[in-house]
């Protein structure tokens, strides 16, 4: 089952968390169960990351990560990492949430 993750990073913590998420993406030959969004948030302030793992086991590779349920994915998120149109449709709620210049 899907478990949806979040912290709250400076955008330079961001490169790590997205290798991790790309190296995990290659360990189980597969994109359908894995994604990394942000939303923005202002100046000089901690913004927001949320990945999708297949399950809860995975977890453990993202330290600081707390578990989030699907529908409070905010709106105005932006992926990072994930394949879409594959992505919309395994996650429509959060899909229709995506930041519209990204649903290009």
Known sequence: MPTWITNKL???EWGPVQF????????LKSSLHLAMLFRPT????LDEVFIV???ATLLTRF???????EENIPQDVRMLVGKRP???KRFPQVA?????????
Request: negative net charge; hydrophobic residues 45%.
């Open 10 to 12: 400076p955008i330079v």
């Open 20 to 27: 991790r998420v790309l190296v995990l993406q290659q360990e």
């Open 42 to 45: 202002g100046f000089r302030e």
């Open 53 to 55: 793992l297949p399950d």
């Open 63 to 69: 330290s600081g990560f707390t578990e989030i349920l």
């Open 86 to 88: 594959e992505f919309d």
């Open 96 to 104: 229709a949430k995506l930041h519209r210049d990204a649903a290009a």
